[in-house]
Every structure is written in C-alpha cells, then in structure tokens.
C-alpha cells in the first residue's frame, strides 16, 4: 500500500524543489512519474530537469517518448505507469488516481495559492479515508521537517 507524503512549498518553488526530491527517488533505485494537471508544466519540466544545476541532470522524458517505458522518470498528465514507477509526484493540483504498484505517492502544493491549499486538504482527507499512511513535510529554514 502507497504512502502518501505532503509537501507544502512555502520557502521555495516546484522548480527548486522537485529536482532534489527525484534525486533522493533516484538514488534510492527507484523509477518516478510526476503528473500535471497541465500540459505546459510537463513541456517546462521536460526541458528543466536537464538544465536545472550545472553539474547534473535527471534522466526523463515526456510520456508520448517512444522509449517511455524506460525512463527513470516519466512526465505526463495520464493516470498509466508505464515506466513501472514506485514513486508518483502530483504536482499543478494533478489527481492521484489509482495508486496500487506504487510505494509512495508525493502531493507537492503551493503554500501561497488558496486552491492548491485547499486541494491537498481534501487529498489528505481522501488518502486518510482510504485508509492510507500519510504524512506532511513542511520546509523550514534548514530544509524538510515532517510535522504530521
């Protein structure tokens, strides 16, 4: 059964801190998605995540890459895991769908935006009713603090 883990954006942006967290999905062996409610986000991220640091990449690809099913991480805005991810990243208020075969489920939101706030509230409440693990990461000075 997927845990799914909140994190709410209050020091930096999505851009800042998606990278380091596909990082630390990476580096623990496993394949991730990060789904958008929005095409235009996924376009931005596929250029992105070659360009954001200088010294490093993340090895992605759009979903509709002929060689999508052996991306290290997929972007998309579908609900199939074709990569056979372990870990789904929702990001633009994106729905989680079905989350069986995954082994963690991260809900990034907007600390600053009221619908994204008020989105992930109704997706803890979701998760918490289905019974599943959750957990909520809020960003401090010194980096993510697990607060619930």
Request: aromatic share 10%; net charge negative.
């Amino acid at each position: 059964m997927a845990e799914v883990w909140f994190y709410h954006l209050e020091r930096t942006g999505l851009d800042q801190a998606l990278p380091e967290l596909l990082e630390k999905t990476l580096q623990r062996g496993w394949k991730a998605i990060v789904r958008s409610g929005a095409p235009e986000r996924i376009e931005h991220l596929d250029g992105w995540l070659w360009s954001y640091r200088d010294d490093s990449f993340l090895p992605h690809a759009p979903a509709g890459d002929a060689a999508a099913g052996r991306q290290p991480i997929l972007l998309t805005t579908e609900f199939d895991n074709p990569n056979g991810a372990d870990a789904l990243f929702l990001v633009d208020g994106a729905e989680p769908g079905e989350l069986d075969g995954y082994q963690r489920c991260v809900v990034l939101f907007d600390g600053g935006d009221p619908d994204q706030l008020a989105l992930a509230r109704r997706q803890w409440s979701a998760a918490k009713g289905q019974g599943l693990s959750v957990s909520y990461w809020k960003q401090q000075a010194r980096g993510w603090e697990k607060q619930a």
